[in-house]
Nanobody, 118 residues
């Protein structure tokens, strides 16, 4: 059973930075892609950033230039560096791991709260 454990959330002032970590129970190289999603109150969960097994990255337009996703295969960990945070970045952030075979299977962490005060 795959387990994803997020950490690094918290309260920060606008303009500040946080780094989220997602530690997987197994080798992250077994996943086709990993990513970070977020869900604000009353809104749908949305993709923030993703990174493929080969290292290709994808970002939501709202975070381009401010957030950076990276992975450390040796530590089975994916990171999300968040700079120049804005109040609208406030949400619960979820780590995602995706396996694509005959069907697509998604695994999720429990989420970590990020709150940006103005």
């Amino acid at each position: 059973q795959v387990q994803l454990v997020e950490s690094g959330g918290g309260l920060v002032q606008a303009g500040g930075s946080l780094r989220l970590s997602c530690a997987a129970s197994g080798s992250i190289f077994s996943f086709n892609a990993m990513g970070w999603y977020r869900q604000a109150p009353g809104k749908q969960r949305e993709l923030v950033a993703a990174i493929t097994r080969g290292g290709m990255t994808n970002y939501a337009d709202s975070v381009k230039g401010r957030f950076t996703i990276s992975r450390d295969n040796a530590k089975n960990t994916v990171y999300l560096q968040m700079n120049s945070l804005k109040p609208e970045d406030t949400a619960v952030y979820y780590c995602n791991a995706r396996v694509i075979m005959v069907a697509t299977r998604d695994y999720w962490g429990q989420g970590t709260q990020v709150t940006v005060s103005s």
